[in-house]
């Protein structure tokens, strides 16, 4: 790195753990009689012994002790309270590389692709495509808080920050990005209003960056009916995606905080909001610890609990949709960036499948918005790519970015 940063370990205060404790012990549990189907939301049956164990069992210092086996900085840029973590690359060349992550995502959720990014020579790969990684906390989530003097924090508005932290902090002339979730919106904000600083892109999932614009930004179906004369199987998956993001953007764009006061004030609570999303999202055949440990879960919901940004951090979409995006620039397409896309099997749209995924893509509105070089589908894998199909996610990115550093 160009600039003299001195490396701060993550420490969360004793008295930060005593206090979770005592709110553990004192959770309250509402009567959930019928739910053992989780037809109502997160069964207690589940949850109240994963609660216990997070009592009894977890040991956040130990989770702290293996993130902290990479460097963490905390900056801040233009106004913004900047985290990151650092893995320096092993190569001859290494390639400086920005990943973003979404909600509800934590700047860990990359931790099982960084090593392969930063030393492919000891994963299998050639040194010559090793990348300096960088990984921060989204503003407003986690160590990247709080955000006293940035209320209005968007995916947009990040990506000026992360470009700052790349260019002017960190010293790069020319760098490269990726992002899942609300970070590949990040990341294509990057390759359309940066591209000429950026080798490529590298995104998990291609929407169009006006996503989040207009009145109806929380109904995920844009207020169409389902349409008449489906086969049943197409309609059940229509059915069963607008169940499963519903409830999750409507409460994030239109009521953040009459939703964060509870989930702020509660870690049980906190943890069954953000814990549906992990089931629901990834691809778990219906058991979420096939993908996240116990230990994973909680840690997760740790890096939110004991910097209380789960208000910020759901804040965020409505910010998307409060301060609405416009272009830098009219050129087609949108994002200039050479861009690569991981696809995934569990994410497919109603009625396509993974051997039609690419070209269903590619013959989408969606497409046109990006100088796409290389888009893979695969047959497994749910929301959280990196940490779900790590190795296939490494080798779509490293394919993207080939012959363009």
């Known amino acids: ?48 012994p994963l609660v216990e164990y997070w009592l009894d069992g977890y040991d956040w210092r130990r989770a702290e002790a293996a993130i902290n086996a990479y460097e963490h900085y905390h900056v801040e840029v233009e106004g913004v309270p900047v985290h990151f ?15 973003t992550h979404g909600w509800p995502w934590t700047f860990w959720h990359w931790s099982k692709v960084v ?29 990247s808080s709080p955000l006293p003097g940035r209320p209005d924090m968007n995916f ?16 790069h002339e020319r760098y490269g990005a990726a992002g899942c979730d609300v970070g590949a919106l990040v990341t294509g904000q990057l390759g359309h209003k940066y591209a000429g600083e950026l080798h490529a892109i590298h995104i998990g999932s291609g929407q169009k960056l006006t996503l989040f614009n207009g009145d109806r930004a929380w109904d995920l179906s844009g207020g ?52 549906e999303r992990w089931m629901k999202w990834s691809d778990n055949g219906g058991d979420v610890e096939t993908v996240f440990s116990r230990d994973d879960l909680l840690t997760h919901a740790m890096i939110f609990w004991v910097t209380n940004s789960i208000s910020t951090s759901i804040r965020t979409y409505a910010n998307n949709n409060r301060y609405p995006w416009t272009p830098s620039h009219p050129r087609r397409p949108a994002v200039e960036a050479p861009t690569g ?18 070209e269903h893509f590619l013959g989408s509105d969606r497409a046109g918005w990006y100088n796409l070089v290389n888009v893979a589908a695969h047959d497994r894998g749910g929301h959280f790519i990196p940490w779900e199909i790590p190795d296939a996610w490494v080798d779509d990115l490293r394919r993207t970015f080939r012959g363009r550093r």
């Not at 973590?85 to 990943?99: D, E, H, N, Q, S």
């Not at 020579?121 to 906390?137: C, Q, R, T, Y």
């Not at 990040?158 to 960190?170: F, G, N, R, S």
């Not at 896309?341 to 690419?358: F, S």
């Open 1 to 48: 790195m160009m600039t003299p940063l001195r490396p701060t370990p993550i420490h969360v205060p004793d008295e930060v753990l005593a206090d979770l404790r005592r709110r553990l012990e004192l959770t309250r549990w509402p009567d959930d009689a019928g739910n053992e189907d989780g037809f109502y939301g997160v069964p207690r049956a589940y949850l109240r």
């Open 85 to 99: 973590m650092r893995r320096p690359g092993v190569g001859p060349a290494p390639t400086p590389l920005i990943l």
């Open 115 to 143: 090593d392969p990014l930063a030393d492919p020579g000891a994963h299998g790969g050639d040194p010559a495509e090793a990348f300096e990684v960088i990984v921060p906390s989204f503003p407003g989530f986690g160590f």
């Open 341 to 358: 896309l991981t696809l995934v099997g569990y994410e497919n749209p109603p009625g396509v499948t993974t051997d039609r995924r690419v």
């Open 224 to 275: 169409q009916p389902i349409p008449e004369g489906l086969p049943a199987d197409v309609h059940a998956r229509i059915v069963a995606l607008d169940r499963r993001f519903a409830v999750h953007l409507a409460a994030h764009v239109l009521a953040p905080s009459t939703l964060s006061y509870g989930l702020t004030d509660s870690p049980a609570g906190m943890l069954a909001w953000i814990l």
């Open 156 to 171: 947009w508005k990040v990506a000026d920050v992360w470009h700052t932290l790349m260019t002017e902090v960190l010293g």
